[in-house]
T-cell receptor, first 115, second 115 residues
Framework: DADVTQTPRNRITKTGKRIMLECSQTKGHDRMYWYRQDPGLGLRLIYYSFDVKDINKGEISDGYSVSRQAQAKFSLSLESAIPNQTALYFC??????????????FGEGSRLTVL | AQKITQTQPGMFVQEKEAVTLDCTYDTSDPSYGLFWYKQPSSGEMIFLIYQGSYDQQNATEGRYSLNFQKARKSANLVISASQLGDSAMYFCAMSETNTGNQFYFGTGTSLTVIP
């Protein structure tokens, strides 16, 4: 089983619908992240959380919200999906290390299409 | 200003040859980490190599090495003896300690290995 699991892996929805992408991890990491990937733009940070009570906006948080239900679970919601939110979404985790950043561990991605 | 710049949208290399993928970064934090990830056509993000800002030697992992030039703020990935399976997108990323270890990604380089 994957250490970082995203559901659903693929989703097609319509404009205006609410959609939730879920992420769970078995790595025991405190830090969790949501990124979106668009062709030619790389990965852009939507939200991140360094523990259950800590939620922070990334560079492109408008139109998104998140919930950190537990250390192992971090979900991303699109309250009213729009076509330009069509993208590949990644959840990632990292470990808090003293004096050095730990690498990101990624889920397999969730491909979202908004019609 | 871009934190991570990858100026090569696409690169070609002959099988068994070496290739260098460029990455420059921008930070005023003396403590940071630099990462390279590979994304094959299947979409998953695979961690390749890490370089810490205080590391004296260039990082190496098998056929991957990181040419770290701190004064020039560059962290180029060198792949030796290219294989067909190296064809993928490659992303450079940075994490700064003073921003709580957010990760910033470049826009990626698409590498194609020619038989």
């Amino acid at each position: 089983d994957a250490d970082v699991t995203q559901t659903p892996r693929n989703r097609i929805t319509k404009t205006g619908k609410r959609i939730m992408l879920e992420c769970s991890q078995t790595k025991g990491h405190d830090r969790m992240y949501w990124y979106r990937q668009d062709p030619g733009l790389g990965l852009r940070l939507i939200y991140y959380s360094f523990d259950v009570k800590d939620i922070n906006k990334g560079e492109i948080s408008d139109g998104y919200s998140v919930s950190r239900q537990a250390q192992a679970k971090f979900s991303l919601s699109l309250e009213s999906a729009i076509p330009n939110q069509t993208a590949l979404y990644f959840c990632a985790t990292s470990e808090r290390l003293a004096g050095a950043p730990g690498e990101l561990f990624f889920g397999e991605g969730s491909r979202l299409t908004v019609l | 200003a871009q934190k991570i710049t990858q100026t090569q949208p696409g690169m070609f290399v002959q099988e068994k040859e070496a290739v260098t993928l460029d990455c420059t970064y921008d930070t005023s934090d003396p403590s940071y980490g630099l990462f390279w990830y590979k994304q094959p056509s299947s979409g998953e993000m695979i961690f390749l190599i890490y370089q810490g800002s205080y590391d004296q030697q260039n990082a190496t992992e098998g056929r991957y090495s990181l040419n770290f030039q701190k004064a020039r703020k560059s962290a180029n990935l060198v792949i030796s003896a290219s294989q067909l399976g190296d064809s993928a997108m490659y992303f450079c990323a940075m994490s700064e300690t003073n921003t709580g270890n957010q990760f910033y990604f470049g826009t990626g380089t698409s590498l194609t290995v020619i038989p």
